[in-house]
């Protein structure tokens, strides 16, 4: 299953540009609900999912919020490059990055 697919049946996404998505973050920052969208969800390098809390919320956090593993953002294959992409694979608590 394609892991973009993955994230549409988990999480309600509200489509931006294509591969480029927003929706309202299950993370712990949010103990009140998230009023206004704050996860930015698009498709990085590789076909892997990038996943960006506007508020702090980790990655990891969301993962656990949202009932998914890193494994729903990519594949298990080490980096082939040293760069922001390499760094979300790797480096627990890696917040997102801007494009």
Partial sequence: MDKMTRMRQVLPLRRG???????????PTH?????NP??????GRNQDVVLRCFSG????????????????????R?????????IARTRPGFRGFYR
């Fill in 57 to 76: 919320c980790t990655t990891d956090e969301v993962l656990a919020a949202a009932g998914l593993t890193w494994a729903d953002l990519c594949e298990d």
């Fill in 78 to 86: 080490a980096p082939t490059s040293v760069g922001p992409s390499s």
């Fill in 38 to 43: 704050s996860l930015h969800v698009s498709r």
């Fill in 17 to 27: 540009n294509p591969d480029d998505y927003t929706t309202n973050c299950p993370g």
């Fill in 31 to 35: 103990a009140n609900g998230d009023k």
